[in-house]
């Protein structure tokens, strides 16, 4: 059974740092590519970040460029995003999901929800003071 979990989403003052986890079970990492979404209430869920499980090319939303980080380590079939600089209406529900992978003149689309087949449950962050 294919299942994708997060974790490390966590209340954290404005200007602060997340990392966050997305374990994968019943996959091998190297054949898919991964993304971070995220969905603040009452607003669509955008991709922020995907990364290919086999080579590790990585591509961003201009939001979140150079202050998040998307990695992976195939050995614990783990992706994580590292998050800095948390501004609060990033306060959102956090989730990573996953693709067959993408060739590369198709990554582009790795930020389009409706390509992905497979979804974990979300990890809640709150920027607040």
């Known amino acids: 059974q294919l299942q994708l979990v997060e974790s490390g989403g966590d209340l954290v003052q404005p200007g602060g740092s997340l990392r966050l986890s997305c374990e994968m079970s019943?996959?091998?990492?190297?054949?898919?590519?991964i993304g971070w979404f995220r969905q603040a209430p009452g607003k669509e869920r955008e991709g922020i970040a995907c990364?290919?499980?086999?080579?590790?090319?990585?591509r961003y939303a201009d939001s979140v460029r150079g202050r998040f980080t998307i990695s992976k380590n195939n050995g614990k079939n783990t992706v994580y995003l590292q998050i800095n600089d948390l501004k609060p209406e990033e306060t959102s529900v956090y989730y990573c999901?996953?693709?067959?992978?993408?060739?590369?003149?198709?990554?582009?689309?790795?930020?389009?929800?409706?390509?992905?087949?497979?979804w974990g449950q979300g990890t809640q962050v709150t920027v607040s003071s």
């Open positions: 999901a996953a693709r067959t992978r993408l060739i590369s003149s198709e990554e582009y689309k790795c930020f389009d929800k409706e390509i992905y087949a497979y």
């Open positions: 019943g996959f091998d990492l190297r054949r898919y590519h």
């Open positions: 990364i290919s499980g086999w080579d590790g090319r990585t």
